[in-house]
């Protein structure tokens, strides 16, 4: 008989318990806690089924249903004694299932391992995340649609190395990111699609010889079919790595659209002004307004990135099947969604409170010589120039500008025509930047007629 401080779920063979290290390195109640729900979800319809195949008896299976709503009641209400001994979620529930309905309660691991539960617990549990993911993205699109057809014809500098290329306008800049945001809400559609298989039922790695009904578990579980190969679907932890894959392209974007709203806010910038409410300000210096929200936001896809990290490295060197190393998969990818979710919410939080200093951007985008393609296409449009010769016509009226200390529109006709003399007034008309941005029409290009026919698609796409 084993001592009765081993484990009572698998002490049968044991005489004696864990030390005291052991037990502090081999449980993980005190983070897969957060699985309850999933795990009462998942051992519900294990048992509904085991009756339905008559493994169990109909009255067994609605003792352990309603011994089951308890623990989830109590879980719930926070008065559930969870314990470090009983490891993890699936031993702390049966075992108070032990308690609330006795001898039923040992049933319910009929035909099932831990290593099919926990496999589908987490899948269901990131299954959710990645539902809460897109429904962030789309909240953030939202909030980027309305910042771009307030500005469809707001023009800024748009930059290439930080330098000023061309003038755009506010509302293409921010329908950039929508285009980003919507790729990365496909990528989580992706990986949901492809991860919705059910586990339930591979059991330790095998199998099982009781009859069970994976069909049933699987459906009645949201999942579109059950997983084909028990050996892979116990071993398997890719659809937590897709996870953390779409979450780091995710965060990486974040981060570029934080690092803009650092830069944009700043006193030699002045593009954006935050609210209040998404800034914080110094101890020390009363005048500042500091973009912390924005800093927090890039800075914490280290941490998303660093879950994609460990956690490939956890998978790497793991021979079929289930081995402990792959209870570290938990905390990263829970940290790492909490903090996706957090990022998501604060950058919508922003995006719709920012309000843009539309002269700031206006005097921006004029300054910078940023109308010299523009200069340089008029040429070769009216003058016939080839592209080459009209480039280098336009380099030497920028460098006359840059000596003289003013922006191209600034030098007179008698000026352009010394560096070129079949330059005519017309070119004056190119030269402003509202002009610029109108002219060009390209799909996909910055004219405000071509934004808001991206705004239309994209709030007809949203519904
Ligand atoms: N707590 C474990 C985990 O998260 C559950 C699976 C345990 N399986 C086992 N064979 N020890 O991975």
Known sequence: MADKSSNAMWGGRFAAGPDAIMEAINASIDFDKRLYAQDIAGSRAHAAMLAATGIISDNDAEAIREGLLTVLSEIEQGDFPFSKA??????????????????????????????????????????????AAVAGLEALIRALLEQAEAGADWVMPGFTHLQTAQPVTWGHHMMAYVEMFGRDMGRFRDARARMNESPLGSAALAGTSFPIDRLMTAQALGFDRPTANSLDAVSDRDFALEFLAA???????????????????????????????????????????????????????????????ALMTVMKGLPLAYSKDMQEDKEQVFDAADNLMLALAAMEGMVRDMSANRPALETAAASGFSTATDLADWLVRELNLPFRDAHHVTGSLVALAEKKGCDLPDLSLAEMQGVHDAITEGVFDVLGVDNSVRSRTSYGGTAPDQVRVQVDRWKERLG
């Open 86 to 131: 009983l490891e993890d979620i699936h031993m702390n529930v049966e075992a108070r299932l032990k308690e609330i309905i006795g001898e039923p309660a040992g049933r319910l691991h009929t035909a099932r391992s831990r290593n099919d539960q926990v496999a589908t617990d987490f899948r269901l549990w990131v299954r959710d995340q990645i539902d």
């Open 247 to 309: 979450a780091s392209i995710c965060a990486m974007h974040l981060s570029r659209f934080a690092e803009e709203l650092v830069i944009w806010s700043s006193a030699q910038f002045r593009f954006v002004t935050l609210s209040d409410r998404f800034s914080t300000g110094s101890s020390i210096m009363p005048q500042k307004k500091n973009p912390d929200a924005a800093e927090l936001i890039r800075a914490k896809i280290g941490r998303i990135f660093g879950a994609n990290v």
